[in-house]
């Protein structure tokens, strides 16, 4: 090893790399400059086709410390794993290609875990535009900042069957995001899954559920890239796809734990996929084959597992809309059956929207702005209850939509009927704003418009910010 380090190894630092080369010199710069000495650095290639595997060879010849394992693409969950394997560290830390350390990240981080004999140590992480390199400020900075973590004060050594709430509202699945005693992964058979994406979540909750010892640590250890440009379609499409199964393996693994903590993990779950399901359709992405895969998913569900935590969850709606749905179209309830969906639907929805719709006059004409969570309830809730009839319904993301035998059409579509009101439900105020002054600007009153964001829906929350 580099300068003749003698010493147990303290820390293995796993990093899958595939097509890396923009940011992967930072990164192992951060790593090989902390002044910390004992550690393993296993950074695994993971097929790349860029000069990442030459930037690994490069670093290697110039740090002992650093080993290089070469695998076909098979994606960062089985890259982690042959590190797992390959590891000797007392501890172990997940840092991705495009990441970097904070400086003493490490000495801080071991010296907390060691002396406080910790399982699975939380750390903070700072978000940055990759774009840009400027800080992420906000609530995604307070989400990495773990500030909902800490109801105990931090430091402070629980186990998951202590408080699981701590750890479930709005979870930071990331591997990054924690340090992991490697006897404690060994000798519980903890790995990750060979899917897609979301392979962390099942990561997360095999570690939490099975830690006595754990701990949130009030300081930064990385700094975490999010690549807005790397959101594209067909990435978010692929990432929940993988929901269904990681939705499986985490009730299937976790089926052991007490009733209470296993309905919150799959609440949580479930608000996240719901959660997904709804960016997909926002960003219009959604396809025929997801949304088969959805109903399948909902008429496969066994309710009685999360029936007690369903009322009021975030992605309950979702749930009894596309129910509703499928017995619609496939006809397979009794009449006395449908009914009661549907009164069990129409509960729900406005138990989601915080108060009626008052600013709708009954029977009036309507065209409805937005096919988002919003739109998609607002509608539902006005098919059930009749208050008013639906002309026309726009969204920016009509096209795609239209091929779901949605009835969505354009927004340029809204002067080619008559109507009373213009309902936007974007719950966004500076987007609803852009699009009433789009509206006034194309010779509608302003008085006919309704902005959601400003009037019934006012303080309402849907979905989830659970990635």
């Not at 999360?306 to 975030?314: I, K, Q, R």
């Not at 509608?379 to 795609?400: F, H, N, P, Y």
Request: aromatic share 10%; with cysteine; net charge negative.
């Amino acid at each position: 090893m580099s300068e003749n380090v003698t010493q147990t190894l303290k820390i293995s630092i796993i990093i899958p790399v595939y097509n890396a080369e923009r940011f992967l010199r930072q990164c192992l710069d951060s790593v090989i400059t902390q002044p910390m000495k004992e550690l393993d650095i296993i950074c695994v290639d993971d097929g790349s086709t860029d000069k990442s595997p030459q930037i690994l060879e490069e670093y290697a010849n110039r740090d002992s410390r650093i080993r290089v394992i070469h695998q076909p693409n098979l994606h960062a969950g089985i890259a982690r794993n042959k590190g797992i394997e390959a590891a000797t560290g007392e501890y172990i830390h997940f840092l991705d290609a495009d990441d970097y350390l904070t400086d003493n990240a490490y000495e801080k981080a071991y010296k907390l875990a060691h002396e406080s004999k910790i399982d699975y140590l939380k750390v903070k992480a700072h978000p940055v535009d990759a774009s840009t390199g400027d800080m992420i400020k906000g609530l995604m900075a307070e989400r990495y900042a773990l500030d909902m973590l800490n109801p105990l004060g931090y430091d402070n050594v629980f186990s998951f069957a202590d408080h699981p709430e701590i750890l479930t509202t709005t979870p930071v699945y990331a591997p990054w995001s924690g340090l992991y005693r490697r006897k404690f992964i060994v000798e519980n058979n903890i790995r990750f899954e060979s899917l897609w994406a979301i392979n962390d979540h099942s990561f997360y909750y095999a570690v939490i559920a099975r830690a006595r010892r754990i701990m949130v640590a009030d300081f930064f250890v990385l700094y975490y890239r999010m690549n807005n440009a790397g959101s594209l379609v067909g990435n978010i499409a692929k990432r929940f796809v993988c929901n269904f199964d990681s939705f499986r393996i985490i009730s299937e693994d976790c089926s052991f734990l007490p009733k209470r903590i296993y309905e919150l993990i799959l609440n949580t779950e479930l608000a996240c996929m719901f959660n997904e399901y709804n960016n997909v359709i926002a960003k219009g992405a959604l396809t025929k084959q997801m949304q088969l895969l959805i109903r399948d998913f909902v008429c496969a569900l066994d309710f009685s597992l999360v029936a007690d935590v369903s009322e009021g969850a975030s992605w309950f709606p979702d749930y009894l809309m596309l129910k509703h749905e499928v017995a619609v179209s496939d006809g397979a309830l009794s009449v006395t059956e449908e009914r009661e969906l549907a009164t069990a639907l129409e509960k729900a929805l406005r138990k989601a929207i915080p108060s009626s719709l008052e600013n709708v006059r009954k029977n009036c004409r309507t065209v409805l702005y937005g096919a988002g969570a919003n739109g998609r309830r607002l509608r539902k809730l006005i098919q059930l209850t009749g208050l008013c009839e639906i002309v026309l319904w726009v969204d920016k993301s009509w096209e795609a939509l239209n091929e779901l035998n949605l009835p969505i059409s354009s927004p340029d579509n809204i002067l080619d009927v008559q109507f009373d009101t213009v309902l936007i439900t974007v719950l966004d105020p500076l987007i609803a704003s852009e699009i009433k002054g789009w509206l006034v600007e194309k010779g509608i009153p302003g008085d006919a418009v309704i902005t959601i964001s400003d009037s019934c829906l006012q303080g309402g929350q849907y979905g989830t910010t659970i990635e």
